[in-house]
């Protein structure tokens, strides 16, 4: 009986203890995913998307706006280059044009609005995907950005990641946001690299996850990002 109380008082003074334990106390990190950087303390900056949905900003039947934290320090090219896309206003006006239900919502393309478009937002020494010396012998639309998927972040709730094709080195300007009513898409793992946390607004992006879609995934009644600012 002794034992047991004891047991007891021990583990009340532990979860006093250790941060995120009792309700109330304020975590270190907005989400437990960011324990997975192996290098936490580096560097961040903040990002809004600010979406419609409908025809039109006038006739929208809702508006969201989504806040995301990049990680410089996990994926400093692709913090970087999505920056430098907003900074740009490459997607204001661009559309989320796949959206699959307790997956992702896809995003980006602001060359052709359907996933067929879009690169890299500076020149980082990939062309198409091959590593290459020469800016001058690539031309801006082929400009892509290098892999950092083994960065340690991983492909839960309320992330955001660069969409690619199956080749490596791939990704431009595409990225894709995972709603908060999954688990764990651990199959992306290693291949898609994580650049950030949704900090505020996932909720919206579960909203969206659901919405009517056509054949090809694509959205029944257009959903617009119709800005992105950095905060």
């Known amino acids: 009986m002794f034992d047991t109380m004891k047991a007891k008082v021990l583990l009340a003074v532990l979860l006093v203890l250790i941060p995120g334990c009792i309700e109330g106390v304020d975590e270190e990190f907005p ?3 960011w324990a997975f950087d192996p290098m936490y303390n580096g560097t961040y900056s903040n990002v809004s998307l600010n979406l419609f949905q409908g025809e039109s900003l006038q006739n929208a039947t809702a508006t969201y706006t989504i806040t995301i934290m990049l990680n410089h320090t996990a994926a400093p090219v692709h913090a970087d280059n999505m920056l430098k896309h907003i900074e740009a206003g490459n997607y204001n006006m661009s559309t989320f044009h796949r959206i699959i239900d307790d997956f992702m919502i896809q995003g980006g393309d ?3 609005h359907d996933g067929s478009g879009g690169y890299a937002a500076d020149w980082y020494g990939y062309c198409g995907g091959q590593s290459a010396s020469n800016q001058s012998e690539c031309e801006q639309t082929s400009w892509t950005i290098p892999d950092e998927a083994d960065n340690g972040l ?4 309320c992330v955001i990641s660069m969409a690619k094709t199956s080749q490596a080195n791939t990704g431009g300007s595409q990225f894709f946001l995972i709603p908060d009513d999954i688990q ?7 291949v ?4 950030g946390q949704i900090t505020e607004g996932c909720e919206h992006v579960t909203t969206l996850s659901e919405v009517s879609t056509e054949p090809g995934d ?3 009644s257009p959903v617009v990002l119709y800005s992105a600012t950095i905060n």
Do not use: A, K, Q
């Open 184 to 190: 764990h898409h651990y199959w992306l793992d290693g």
């Open 110 to 112: 602001f060359e052709n």
């Open 31 to 33: 989400s437990s995913n």
């Open 154 to 157: 991983m492909h839960y709730p």
């Open 218 to 220: 694509r959205p029944v």
């Open 192 to 195: 898609h690299t994580v650049f």
